[in-house]
């Protein structure tokens, strides 16, 4: 929030996060100590002493000022403080009747909101604007507005948040405040920003940094800087991004404020990186670690070693890159930060690779992934909690309503018992009109009576309502459910385009095994290179299968001969049977040109193909045959392999069913084949046959329709 009536405006990007707890007890007081460090430079001790030596002797209205004062310095490292001084202030207001208590109760709302008690705020910033509304004071009114906006735009209610902002824009506008205009056209911009909307965002941005410039605070004009630099990094404009990171680097020197400085020359260091100016880079992000060593900074640590790693590993420099990144895992494991854990480890996994250390390269993956998915479920848990914080506000506003109601009922009820009054004092100096006055005063509480029954019938109505925003919450967890569908579908996306770097893994393999001279070391890595690289296809492979069976994708019909189709299939699994002893054949085939989609048809033989010679036993048969029967195209694969259960029937062709059997050399199985066959059968509107018998081998038989020419 804005320090408003014109006092000095104090920008901070502290970030509060969980510490994981650390056996070492020197380490753990140390931390400490430098927690505290960072919390005293975020508030000026000097101007907090001096307020409490005045308020010893201050009265009045001058020692709700300094009350106030106090309050607001103390938001960021002592939010509890705030909230103690400021209802001292609003106290001693009320007592002295001023008109200008909106804004102790905005400060309150402030620091709950430092706090992280969202609903807390959200009644002190309400408090705030009626209590503004009803003294009339505009230049509240609209830091209530403001407040409000950035509260709801942190939970996510975006068009709540905009409709704000647009009201204390144009109080500001009103008043000529050209302070409160930079700031709201920052919440704006940030709001923009955060639906992508980059040009609205740039055009608000930059009306907030002219204003700033205006005013001359040049603490202010750093921040203003340092949010157009970040805007123009995102959008990978990174030649504006570098002009002003230099520019709010340049006005922090100025002021000597290390803290943000060293957040922005790390800022700056990755606009130099993504153009490619390595040397830049490594010497701006240095600067940066020097910085946020001489402010002990821990919050930022992380991803300025992370960024440093990068830098070392473009330049080429694997073992620098590598301990700056081992770094920035313990700092990040000890400050909770699991995005930069999650860069670094995703890094480290792209140097293993290029040092050939397989075993520590996947288990850099594996943090990596399972980071991912950490954050992924922690913003889904921080959807539930917006949706919850919304669920909440609108049962607050319903209560306030109520209350509003109640309130003007019971005016209504005292007004009505002064008539009575009224009325008695008359029939006490007219006993002759007694019984008229017993009369309406029998009246009045049958109306009465009436209103209160109405008032129980809108209380039940409440109630409904309350259960109608329980249902609503059902249906917003389904949209969750269905959010996790999204993620799986990304995830067939990523694996598809992770497919073609493989191919041409593949395709290097193939040549290094076709040179000559090879040691036999060498001809074990290739080997090895081989069998990871096709792991890695075959499981993208069936990425793919599983989000084409979640598609209804028709098929594309073609015309091309059957039995060449079914030579050139053979031929392809031929080596991986050969390397069983498996002798695999074609034992009839006619050859007729067909008409039917060729690739399910080879979708469907590969996993029938595959599932042959990955259960079959060594120096057994594995016999193909196809034919045109009655209109029909039939193709039949037949083994000598373990057979199918009657168990094994009932879940043959569901998704990640594993069945009795199991590969006989090692192979590995998700228990997608089968569920892809029979999908890609059914949508070529054809059939499956299977004929087996536990222990005596299996023949699967598949059935199309086909047009002839």
């Avoid at 994981?20 to 020197?26: D, T």
């Avoid at 705030?82 to 905005?106: D, F, H, Q, R, V």
């Avoid at 700056?268 to 402010?295: F, H, P, R, V, W």
Wanted: aromatic share 10%.
């Amino acid at each position: 929030m804005l320090r408003p009536f014109g006092k000095s405006v104090v920008y901070s990007n502290l970030t509060v996060r969980k510490i994981e707890p650390v056996n070492h007890k020197p380490l753990f007081i140390f931390f400490i100590f430098i927690c505290w460090s960072f919390s005293a430079k975020s508030q000026n001790l000097k101007l907090i002493d001096s307020l409490k030596s005045q308020l010893k002797i201050a009265k009045g209205e001058k020692k709700f000022e300094l009350l106030d004062d106090l309050a607001w310095e103390y938001r960021w490292a002592f939010p509890d403080s705030t909230i103690y001084y400021a209802n001292e202030a609003y106290k001693l207001g009320n007592s002295l009747k001023l008109n200008k208590l909106a804004e102790p109760l905005n400060f309150i709302g402030v620091a709950y909101n430092y706090k992280g008690d969202n609903i807390l705020s959200f009644e002190n910033y309400q408090r705030a604007l009626q209590t503004s509304l009803d003294q009339q004071d505009s230049l509240q009114i609209a830091y209530s507005n403001n407040n409000l906006g950035r509260l709801f735009f942190e939970q996510g209610l975006l068009s709540r948040a905009y409709e704000h902002f647009v009201k204390c824009l144009a109080i500001f506008d009103a008043l000529g405040d050209s302070s409160g205009l930079a700031y709201t056209y920052q919440s704006l911009a940030n709001l923009y920003k955060s639906q992508k909307d980059f040009t609205k965002a740039e055009s608000n941005y930059l009306k907030a940094y002219t204003m700033r410039i205006g005013l001359g605070n040049t603490r202010d004009i750093m921040s203003a800087l340092t949010q157009l630099g970040r805007l123009y990094q995102e959008i990978d404009q990174n030649d504006k991004a570098i002009k002003y990171f230099l520019l709010a680097d340049s006005a922090g020197n100025a002021i000597r404020d290390h803290i943000n400085l060293a957040e922005i020359k790390t800022f700056l260091a990755e606009s130099y990186l993504n153009k490619g100016l390595l040397k830049q880079a490594e010497a701006m992000c240095a600067e940066g670690l020097d910085a946020i060593t001489k402010t002990n900074n821990l919050k930022i640590l992380p991803h300025a070693y992370v960024t440093m790693g990068q830098i070392k590993m473009e330049s080429g420099d694997l073992g620098a890159a590598k301990r700056f990144l081992d770094l920035g895992i313990a700092v990040a494991a000890k400050t909770s930060d699991l995005t930069s854990k999650m860069e670094a480890h995703y890094w480290l996994w792209k140097i293993m690779i290029k040092q050939n250390n397989r075993s520590e390269g996947l288990k850099n993956h594996n943090e990596y992934l399972i980071l991912k998915d950490s954050i992924k479920d922690l913003d889904l848990t921080r959807q539930v909690e917006r949706l919850q914080f919304e669920i909440e506000i609108q049962r607050k506003e319903q209560e306030n309503n109520l209350l509003k109601a109640t309130e003007s009922e019971n005016t209504s009820t005292i007004k009505q018992q002064k008539l009575q009054n009224i009325i008695l004092f008359v029939v006490i100096g007219f006993i002759s009109i007694l019984g008229y006055a017993q009369y309406r005063n029998s009246k009045k509480r049958r109306e009465s009576n009436e209103k209160l029954a109405q008032q129980n019938q809108f209380i039940q109505n409440q109630r409904a309502e309350i259960v109608q925003q329980n249902e609503k919450l059902f249906r917003r967890n389904q949209e969750l459910s269905d959010l996790n569908h999204e993620k799986d579908t990304l995830m067939s996306i990523v694996a598809h385009d992770l497919k073609s770097p493989l191919n041409r893994i593949k395709g290097i393999i193939s040549i290094m095994e076709a040179e000559q001279g090879l040691t036999e070391d060498q001809t074990m890595y290739v080997k090895l290179m081989n069998d990871a690289t096709q792991s890695g296809l075959d499981l993208i492979k069936d990425l793919l299968d599983v989000h084409m069976l979640e598609e209804n994708v028709e098929p594309t019909h073609s015309k091309f001969d059957i039995s060449q189709f079914l030579f050139e299939k053979v031929a392809a699994f031929k080596p991986a049977a050969e390397a069983k002893n498996i002798h695999l054949h074609i034992t009839r085939v006619e050859s007729e040109e067909i008409t039917l989609d060729a690739d399910y048809l080879n979708r469907i033989l590969d996993n029938l193909l595959t599932n042959a010679i990955k259960f079959s036993p060594k120096d057994s048969v594995i016999d193909v045959s196809g034919g045109k029967k009655e209109g029909q195209l039939w193709i039949s694969i037949k083994d000598q392999g373990p057979g199918f259960s009657d168990k094994d029937r009932q879940s043959l062709f569901q998704k990640f069913k594993k069945l009795s059997a199991r590969p006989t050399a090692g192979e590995t199985s998700n228990g997608l084949g089968l569920a892809i066959v029979k999908t890609l059968v059914d949508r070529l509107k054809g059939k499956i046959e299977l004929i087996t018998a536990q222990g005596k081998g299996s023949e699967f038989i598949i059935w199309f329709p086909i047009a002839s020419r």
